[in-house]
Structure formats: C-alpha cells, structure tokens
T-cell receptor, first 113, second 113 residues
Framework: DGGITQSPKYLFRKEGQNVTLSCEQN?????MYWYRQDPGQGLRLIYY???????QKGDIAEGYSVSREKKESFPLTVTSAQKNPTAFYLC????????????FGSGTRLTVV | AQSVTQPDIHITVSEGASLELRCNYS??????LFWYVQSPGQGLQLLLK??????LVQGIKGFEAEFKRSQSSFNLRKPSVHWSDAAEYFC???????????FGQGTTLQVKP
C-alpha cells in the first residue's frame, strides 16, 4: 500500500543534541512538507520541498534543517538551536496539482528531557 | 495576509445531534479549502475539499461543507453525530501557486452519549 512512514513515533532528546526525524513516502508525490503542532496553535509550516534537491523555509524554520536528496525522503533535523523543540511533528506529501490537499504521516512526538 | 480562523476551540454535542463547525478565511483570490480530522496522537485525514464549482461539497463519514464567498466561510456540517466523530477538526486554505496549506487552530469536538 502507498503511504507515508514517519519514524520514530516517539523521540527523546537531551539538551544540546541534534536529532533527525525520518519521513519516507512511496506515493510518488513531488511535494513534501514538515509541520509542527503544538496544543492550541494548529499546524505551523517548518520547511517544504516541491522537487528533489530544492527546499524552502516555512514560517518557523529557525533551529531546523532539512534535505531532499531523494524523491522518497525528506528528513528533518532538529538542532540544538531550536530552544523549544518539544512538539508533535507531522510530515505530509502532495501530488502535482495544488488542489489535491495533503496526505499526512502519523507523526513523531519529540520530547526534550 | 492569508489566514484561517476557527472561532470555536471546543464544542460538545450530544450523539445524534447535528453539528456545524465554523471556518473563516482570508485570502486574496478564490482559495482551495479543506477540512481535516485528527484523532489523538495521529496524523490528519482529509474529510473534504473545495476547488471550484458547486459550493456544497460532500466528504467522507457523512460530512459536508458549504463555501460562501460573500462570508469568506467554509463551515463543516453533519446531520447526526456519532460518538466516533469525537476528534480535532482543522480547516485549511491552500495557495493555488505553491500548494502550501495554512491551517486554523482547530476545533475539538466532544460527543456526549
């Protein structure tokens, strides 16, 4: 079955550590997105990529980095510069054509310990 | 600036009662509009979407939404709520050029037996 796989489901980070969240898709979608979800704040866009080897900052990119070396993969690194990384992170993809909406992964919950 | 407002943070309805969740948007042109549903700890699932044409759109799980340009609204409705509908609901507006979605803050629906 085609879909989006986010891993791990739960992730714990110590202060000062970088961590990488995985997002893999086999839907053959060109566009991929990373959102952060905090209670009461909806979803906020971190980074997005519309094509391999190209990506753009979203609204809250500071303290995060991404790469898009393969169509299937769009990993997100939460760096030590992100001062409040505890949140639920959602990856999404979209086929060509802006009107189709997103398909979401099941999310990664990151907690700073 | 593009934005989405969901005026109701939390709504409680009795099982079998009708439901309407409000969504207002701000966008310079005719937007793409979406409603998503999220169960706790899960990703988002697309309920329905509006591109153009008929302003009343039907979705999955018995939901429908009506686009009203004059009111900049896209309210979600269901004639009879089931206990399994308890979840968080997000309205989103999509940019036609980039496909980026802007989400509202969400409405949490509680269903009383």
């Amino acid at each position: 079955d085609g879909g989006i796989t986010q891993s791990p489901k739960y992730l714990f980070r110590k202060e000062g550590q970088n961590v990488t969240l995985s997002c893999e898709q086999n839907l053959n979608h060109d566009a991929m997105y990373w959102y952060r979800q905090d209670p009461g704040q909806g979803l906020r866009l971190i980074y997005y990529s519309q094509i391999v080897n190209d990506f753009q900052k979203g609204d809250i990119a500071e303290g995060y980095s991404v790469s898009r070396e393969k169509k299937e993969s769009f990993p997100l690194t939460v760096t030590s510069a992100q001062k409040n990384p505890t949140a639920f992170y959602l990856c999404a993809t979209r086929p060509e054509g802006a009107g189709y909406g997103y398909t979401f992964g099941s999310g990664t919950r990151l907690t700073v310990v | 600036a593009q934005s989405v407002t969901q005026p109701d943070i939390h709504i409680t309805v009795s099982e079998g009662a009708s439901l309407e969740l409000r969504c207002n948007y701000s966008y310079g042109a005719t937007p793409y509009l979406f409603w998503y549903v999220q169960s706790p700890g899960q990703g988002l699932q697309l309920l329905l979407k509006y591109f153009s044409g008929d302003t009343l759109v039907q979705g999955i799980k018995g939901f429908e939404a009506e686009f009203k340009r004059s009111q900049s609204s896209f309210n979600l409705r269901k004639p009879s709520v089931h206990w399994s509908d308890a979840a968080e609901y997000f309205c989103a507006v999509g940019a036609r050029d980039t496909g980026k979605l802007i989400f509202g803050q969400g409405t949490t629906l509680q269903v009383k037996p």
